[in-house]
């Protein structure tokens, strides 16, 4: 099934897993309860595809991807500012950028609940083909692979926002509801667990036929699990697992830089894993209408055309080597001018104008994920353009990172992002800060800064930051429904 179209039927597939039944409110006390399980509902190999969508879903939910991990990743790190419309504009983005956020920010609250409904689908979609006789043993395979990917997709996720978390990888029973949050290393080690099992049992990218790109692939689990021994600082494992990802060559970089974010390069060359989007001509908004609001959302509030968040800094700005076209590519300076000589070119301008403009911060707005006006949808808050989760370039990154841990050739995979835009090597000579600075160059503006600088102890750099401050609080709706759950100190 097309991840384009999969997305369709999500909704509905949805209220299959869950077992939604209509029933009479007048005599249902009487009525002999049904016990439909998973199990019994999966009847041929089309059910459990049908049920697939549900999984993959909440990746896409404004909860996270198109909201949380860009003003996370983005806006509380040094990149970027929160914009907007002034300070009350997005008033919890506001908090979270200065280290204010609270348990009883909604935004945490909805980000733990999108990623376990994502983790409690997966769960019940294994539950309901493994082992099951009426399925095939091919996808039985396939399924839980994709499922195992997801649901490590997901707990990395809550991971990487609030530390410890309480695992769940089956579907609870009443008395394990209460249960407590998980050390580290236990949810470190059930992601692992999980993105080694789904590498076993999903396919190469190269073996997918066109209608099934965007699902988890054998290198989407294996670069996921890369990044987990990097955040946990496993330098040899993550060296080794970049270097089989590179030697795979299932993956190239995208030869023009500026390309790498275009709907024509969705689920592309240098694409590991996409968030799939599609523009459907439809009213709705947000989720329901099955695309994406980052494209509104960041765009210049010049003349009420976008929302203008996520304004990107001066020091970022400034990180740019000179020559270094990466940075045009990511950052849009006040009278550039986008897709010159089309039928949308569009002169775009960014600084503070009392009429126009008068929620300018910086001077800069976003470039990344920009498409011209005739792309946008039938709205303006309808992008179709995929999210790049994770990338290519990030591999040799990874490589790089580790070997400057461990003292191998780092300058090998840097120079192979470098030469991609025509710089030269790194000027510098010191290999964490020349990963650090590669890092920052090459993915300004994906949502990775936060993340990077408090994995590799420089939260200083961000002002108000606390080592205290490195996971966010546990929302207090989760605390009163289990009280079990230890709060973060922030």
């Not at 909201?67 to 008033?91: F, H, R």
């Amino acid at each position: 099934m097309s991840m384009k179209k999969i997305f369709i039927y999500s909704a509905i597939g949805v209220l299959a897993m869950f077992g939604l039944q209509a029933c009479n409110p007048d005599d249902f006390l009487d009525t002999t309860s049904h016990n439909i399980t998973d199990a019994s509902f999966i009847s041929n190999d089309s059910t459990a595809m049908y049920l697939l969508p549900g999984v993959y879903s909440p990746i896409g939910w404004m909860g996270y991807s198109q909201y949380l991990e860009w003003a996370i990743g983005d806006v509380v790190s040094d990149d970027a500012v929160k914009g907007g419309g002034g300070d009350n504009d997005q008033p919890e983005m506001y908090d979270l950028e200065h280290f204010q956020a609270t348990d009883a920010t909604t935004s945490l609250n909805t980000v733990w609940d999108n990623m376990y409904v994502g983790i409690n689908r997966a769960n019940r979609l294994i539950e309901g083909v493994d082992g099951n006789s009426k399925v095939s043993s091919a996808l039985q395979k396939r399924l839980i692979a994709e499922c195992k990917f997801l649901r490590a997709y997901y707990n990395f996720n809550l991971v990487k926002v609030f530390g410890r978390i309480p695992l769940v990888d089956h579907i609870l029973k009443p008395s394990e509801y209460f249960n407590p949050r998980n050390t580290m290393d236990e949810c470190w080690a059930a992601i692992e667990s999980d993105l080694k099992a789904a590498m076993e049992g999903l396919p190469l990218k190269s073996e997918m036929p066109s209608s099934d790109l965007g699902r988890a692939t054998w290198g989407s689990a294996a670069a996921l699990l890369t990044k987990a021994y990097i955040f946990e600082e496993k330098w040899a494992e993550a060296n080794d697992l970049a270097t089989e990802i590179i030697a795979s060559k299932e993956y190239r970089l995208q030869p023009n830089y500026g390309d790498l974010f275009l709907i024509s390069t969705d689920n592309g060359m240098e694409s590991i894993f996409d968030i799939q989007k599609k523009a459907f001509v439809t009213t709705l908004w947000g989720d329901d209408a099955q695309a994406s609001t980052l494209e509104v959302y960041q765009r210049t509030r010049w003349d009420n055309l976008g929302w203008g968040f996520d304004q990107p800094t001066q020091d970022l700005y400034d990180e740019f080597e000179e020559g270094d076209i990466r940075r045009k590519w990511t950052i849009i300076s006040d009278g550039d001018t986008l897709w010159k000589g089309t039928a949308d070119e569009e002169i775009v301008y960014t600084r503070w104008d009392a009429v126009h403009n008068p929620d300018a911060v910086t001077g800069y707005n976003k470039r990344k994920g920009t498409i011209p006006a005739s792309q946008r949808g039938t709205r303006d808050d309808q992008s179709p353009l995929n999210i790049r989760e994770i990338r290519y370039a990030e591999v040799f990154l990874w490589q790089a990172e580790a070997r400057a841990h461990t003292g191998g050739d780092w300058q090998s995979p840097i120079d192979s992002v470098r030469y991609r835009v025509g710089m030269g090597h790194s000027p510098y000579v010191n290999g964490l800060t020349a990963v650090y600075h590669e890092r920052r160059v090459e993915l300004g503006m994906e949502s990775q800064r936060y993340w990077d600088l408090v994995r590799t102890g420089r939260g200083n750099l961000m002002t108000g930051y606390t080592d205290d401050k490195r996971y966010l609080p546990i929302p207090l709706a989760q605390i009163q429904l289990n009280p079990n759950l230890e709060k973060n100190p922030y």
